[in-house]
């Protein structure tokens, strides 16, 4: 069985501060990652994934991720967010055979003028 | 990615009633889930629906409460059956394209309120 463990539930930040949230999975097999978006009143995005390769991922956006295989870790990163980016962080683990995906909790982003 | 829609995109239903939501894709995909999302809750999967065949089911799920068609590769319903207070939440169904994607992609989902 995995499971996904968000570390954060709410997470304040001002504008153009640099954010990090956190993403700790357990799995006894190879995993995907991904983290979803999902902003006021909207469905889930996908905002990026590590599926294999380069073990730092980018969104279009500015965020990055980066899976850590030792630490069982994929936490998001931006720079300098924006007000825009207020909205729920989801990161989820497939296993890659049911392909379905286990949440984590969720972890809220507040970005304040 | 596919484009997905969801309807209705929300509902007020009654007590002891059911509810169908579609799921439509503008492509052919293999793979289509649905997946519950309560209030302040993270989402939990529901049931892979199948092809031609009957749904898998997650613990704590059943066919009775949560009836699943998928007549083609483009198209499922969600039925939740007899509602309860309980049942309130946002349905979202998912898709991946074929059973070699890893990825899944979202519909907007279903806002469901059962007074």
């Known amino acids: 069985a995995q499971s996904v463990t968000q570390l954060d539930s709410q997470v304040p930040v001002f504008e153009e501060a640099p954010v990090e949230l956190r993403c700790n999975y357990s799995s006894s097999v190879s995993v995907y990652l991904f983290w979803y978006v999902q902003y006021p009143n909207q469905g889930l995005q996908l905002l990026l994934k590590y599926l294999s390769g380069s073990t730092l991922v980018e969104s279009i956006n500015g965020f990055e991720a980066e899976f850590n295989k030792s630490q069982t870790s994929f936490h998001l990163r931006k720079p300098s967010v924006h007000i825009s980016d207020t909205a729920e962080y989801f990161c989820a683990v497939s296993d890659g055979g049911r392909r379905a995906l286990t949440f984590g909790s969720g972890t809220r982003l507040q970005v304040q003028p | 990615s596919a484009v997905i829609s969801q309807k209705p995109s929300r509902d007020i239903c009654q007590r002891g009633t059911s509810l169908t939501i579609q799921c439509q894709v503008d492509s052919q995909v293999t793979m289509m889930f649905w997946y519950r999302q309560q209030p302040g809750q993270s989402l939990t999967l529901i049931a892979t629906?199948?092809?031609?065949?009957?749904?898998?089911?997650e613990s704590g799920f059943v066919i009775d409460k949560f009836p699943i068609s998928r007549p083609n590769l483009t198209f499922s319903t969600l039925t939740v059956s007899n509602m309860s207070p309980e049942d309130s939440s946002i349905y979202l169904c998912?898709?991946?394209?074929?059973?070699?994607?890893?990825?899944?992609?979202f519909g907007p989902g279903t806002r469901l309120l059962v007074l």
């Open positions: 629906a199948n092809q031609g065949s009957e749904a898998t089911y």
């Open positions: 998912s898709v991946g394209r074929d059973r070699g994607s890893k990825t899944q992609y």
